[in-house]
């Protein structure tokens, strides 16, 4: 979901320095886990569907909860069945299925899921991947542990591109065959899982000499000291952006000591 | 003046693996780059192409292991002795694979990151990145994403990269392949303006390579000696042996295809539009629009589509065979039914109504470039006989038919694992595969990168064979005008011309003043 979500644009969440970003974002992942609150977790949830909407465009507001609806219908079944206190509202053959608290602790589930996707989406869909790595670096990440993150991220859309063309080809190799076949249903697709698997961590095991010699090729690793071309500003020439953080991480702290 | 490389007695062996015997790659070369000069080094598939130029490079068998003996000399450095990392100002490397070398995120980062181990002020690591990306065109991608690029640009991405350090000695490996004619005309041009050592590798001797100051032919891991233009018999005759330079005059063209016969596959108004950039999610920095008024292949015909990078080709192959679905128009084919592995389609029908999606999955066997995303099973035989074990065909029928296969296909044996195979096998076990499944049409994607002449030819021609039709999509247009009965030109995701007569020097004239891609603006 991270790798290539970045949305070109110039609202003000672009133009918010990324080291200030990521302090927020942090801050309202955590508020996230430690908040109990339905009515709070449920208004950040909110104030996230509401930034990306308006600052990415309102059709993208549902993206981050389509990326992870099936942990959310999961979610959603299997929480109640496990917090089975409080009123019964639903029992079958005597035995309760729902109870109040599992009705709780479901909707508390699924708004820090959904939270947490809104609030790293919208992150990511404003925040490019460079910019992300000089904030990870300015706040001590060595370089090498930074370039690992960077790599990962370039691999990932890779990987699954590779594993769209490796579907397509399978799926182009065993049309025809699979729908008049011996195997049926869950069986079938298992079966044509299992090649496009094989045949992508085949290209996976692959590229790792590959990279190792493609970094090589670019003196990754020489002698001489490194430098880097894109900097952040320096912390004097972003004191709006830190106050303006400042504001958000204790505006959130207000609301959930308040409520 | 820099970049004198002289190597003796290069010998290379990879590593021994269980049941396989190591073979011995490079076979005790010698031969010698000059500084400033153009060198290609002409050789087929699996000669050792690849292999050769990584260890010019000092990256084999530092990431591979193997046994190497010999001397590598560049102005003095013992290469060989030398970490890649600290000579990238020596010699500088460009994968076949473009994909292969990027590292980073996005294109600037990219270019810029070598210059960033050099250790270079910011103001030089700019200036040089943008002068680069400049010089080869590419400004566009300056702020893109590496993952934006298309295959084409790619490549001049790591060309620009390349330029940013300009070293002493280039090694480019296939870097002409899958670049449209002007761009190999303009790569060329520019590498001579650069006035740096050259070496390039390739599996053809393209007529731009006339600007080249000398040649070798890499043949089972040995070398000719140097050869300048015009060629020795000698040398002609090695290069036609291997089928590295064209050698149509043997060929018999077959007569046109008759208008009277059927169309296999026909479209008419299709229209298909994606953005690309941040696919699926947002941040459309452009569009490609595809619209083809009207197309058909005829029974028994062998078209091929030409045009520039980014012009709509593989769009195009992809609908046809049902892996992308256009937004408006209709694909019809012939003989409507599922081809099933058993029994092949019926071409009795002019046209049927639209063709789904499923039946073009089933009528079109669409040739990816990497043969490796189609093979996954550990020896041939499993591989040929999986499609027809899933269709429920009896095991003695498999067996039979199987073997005929591998005669066919002049496959190495049963047991053989395709991942020792050369890559010119591993591709014919490619449309073995297909051919065992009854495809009547086959669209081929590039299919001659990484391929001599002589293999591709051979391969349409076992094509020809056992298919009804064949859409060959190339860059290679003395390869489309020899084995097609049309060529196709598109431009700006539109067919602009269906040719009937044509040759190779009239595609080049059409190419060169063709518009570009289908990009457009949104």
Redesign the interface.
């Known amino acids: 979901m991270i790798?290539?979500?970045?949305?070109?644009?110039k609202g003000i969440l672009y133009r918010f320095d990324p080291r200030m970003k990521l302090l927020c974002l942090l801050f309202v992942v955590l508020a996230f886990f430690i908040e109990s609150s339905l009515p709070v977790k449920a208004g950040l949830l909110a104030i996230f569907v509401l930034l990306t909407g308006t600052s990415?465009?309102a059709?993208?507001a549902a993206?981050p909860f389509k990326l992870i609806w099936p942990i959310l219908v999961l979610t959603a079944i299997l929480t109640p069945p496990f917090n089975l206190g409080g009123e019964v509202l639903l029992s079958l053959k005597g035995r309760p299925v729902l109870t109040s608290d599992g009705l709780e602790a479901a909707a508390a589930m699924l708004l820090r899921f959904s939270g947490i996707t809104a609030a790293f989406f919208l992150f990511f869909?404003t925040t490019?991947?460079?910019a992300f790595i000089l904030a990870l670096r300015s706040f001590g990440l060595p370089y090498k542990a930074a370039?690992t993150v960077?790599?990962s991220?370039?691999y990932i859309?890779?990987m699954f591109?590779v594993y769209g063309?490796?579907s397509?080809?399978?799926?182009?190799?065993?049309?025809?065959?699979?729908?008049?076949?011996?195997?049926r249903g869950f069986q079938r697709r298992l079966?044509h899982l299992f090649?496009v698997l094989?045949?992508v961590l085949?290209?996976a095991v692959k590229?790792i000499?590959?990279?190792?010699?493609?970094?090589?090729?670019?003196?990754?690793?020489?002698?001489?000291?490194?430098?880097?071309?894109?900097?952040l500003p320096h912390w004097s020439a972003i004191k709006p952006d830190i106050a303006g953080a400042a504001a958000v991480i204790a505006l959130t702290a207000f609301v959930i000591v308040l409520l | 003046m820099k970049g004198q490389l002289t190597v003796s007695d290069l010998k290379f062996e990879y590593p021994e693996y269980a049941e396989f015997e190591a073979d011995q790659v490079l076979r005790g070369l010698s031969f010698c780059c000059r500084s400033g000069e153009i060198t290609v080094i002409i050789g087929g598939a699996e000669s050792g192409k690849s292999t050769l130029a990584?260890i010019l490079?000092?990256?084999v068998p530092?990431?591979?292991g193997g046994q190497l003996s010999g001397r590598v000399v560049l102005d003095g450095l013992d290469i060989l002795g030398s970490?890649?990392?600290?000579i990238?100002e020596n010699c500088?490397?460009i994968?076949q694979?473009p994909?292969?070398?990027?590292?980073?995120?996005?294109c600037?980062?990219e270019a810029?990151?070598?210059?960033?181990?050099?250790?270079?002020?910011?103001e030089e690591?700019?200036s040089r990145?943008e002068g680069s990306f400049e010089t080869l065109g590419i400004g566009h991608l300056l702020e893109s994403?590496?993952?934006e690029t298309s295959g084409g640009e790619k490549k001049k991405l790591a060309i620009a990269?390349q330029l940013c350090v300009n070293p002493d000695l280039w090694i480019m490996d296939e870097t002409f392949e899958e670049l449209d004619s002007p761009s190999r005309v303009k790569l060329l041009d520019s590498l001579k303006d650069n006035r740096r050592s050259v070496l390039i590798f390739t599996s053809k001797y393209y007529d731009i390579f006339e600007k080249a100051d000398a040649f070798y032919h890499l043949r089972d891991g040995r070398l000719s000696e140097r050869e300048e233009l015009p060629f020795s018999p000698g040398f002609t005759l090695g290069l036609r042996e291997d089928g590295l330079i064209p050698d149509f005059v043997t060929t018999s063209r077959r007569p046109a295809a008759s208008d009277s016969l059927p169309d296999l596959i026909s479209v008419r108004d299709l229209a298909f539009s994606y953005s690309t950039?941040?696919?699926g999610?947002?941040?459309d920095?452009w569009a490609f629009d595809l619209n083809i008024d009207e197309f058909s292949l005829t029974d028994g015909e062998i078209v091929s589509i030409v045009g520039r990078n980014g012009c709509g080709k593989s769009t195009f192959g992809?609908l046809l065979?049902g892996?992308l679905i256009q937004d408006r128009g209709e694909i019809r084919a012939a003989g409507f039914g599922?081809?099933?592995?058993e029994e092949p389609a019926a071409m009795t029908a002019q046209s049927g109504p639209p063709a789904s999606t499923?039946f073009l999955?089933?009528f079109?066997?669409?040739m990816?470039q990497?043969p490796?995303?189609?093979?996954?099973?550990p020896t041939v035989y499993q591989e040929l006989s999986?499609?027809l074990v899933?269709?429920?065909i009896p095991h003695s029928e498999i067996k039979e038919r199987v073997e005929l296969a591998i005669e066919n296909f002049n496959l190495p044996g049963a047991s053989t694992p395709p991942?020792m195979m050369s890559y010119s096998a591993r591709k014919r076990l490619q449309v073995a595969?297909?051919y065992l499944?009854k495809r009547p049409v086959f669209i081929l994607d590039e299919a001659d990168t990484g391929l001599s002449y002589h293999d591709f030819k051979g391969l349409i021609e076992q094509l020809r064979s056992i298919s009804r039709g064949i859409i060959i999509i190339t860059h290679n247009l003395e390869l489309a005008a020899e084995v097609s009965d049309r060529v196709l030109g598109m431009s700006g995701g539109r067919i602009t011309e269906d040719l009937r007569e044509f040759s190779t020097d009239s595609l080049k004239t059409w190419l060169s003043a063709s518009a570009g891609s289908g990009r457009t603006g949104r």
């Open positions: 790798a290539d979500s970045f949305v070109p644009g990415l465009g059709g993208k993206v869909s490019e991947t460079s370039l960077t790599i991220l370039r859309p890779d591109r063309n490796i397509d080809a399978h799926k182009l190799r065993s049309a025809g065959i699979m729908q008049g076949g011996r195997r079966a090649p094989i045949s085949i290209q590229s000499p590959a990279l190792a010699m493609a970094l090589d090729s670019k003196g990754f690793g020489r002698q001489n000291p490194r430098t880097s071309c894109r900097k | 990584l490079a000092a990256l530092s990431h591979t970490p890649a990392a600290e990238i500088g490397i994968f694979d994909e292969k070398q990027t590292v980073t995120t996005d600037f980062s810029a990151f070598a210059l960033e181990s050099l250790g270079l002020a910011e690591i700019i990145v994403g590496t993952v990269g950039g941040r696919e999610i947002a941040g920095h992809k065979c892996l599922v081809p099933a592995a499923d999955n089933s079109c066997a669409y990816f990497n490796d995303y189609q093979i996954f099973l999986w499609g899933e269709a429920g991942a595969v297909y499944l």
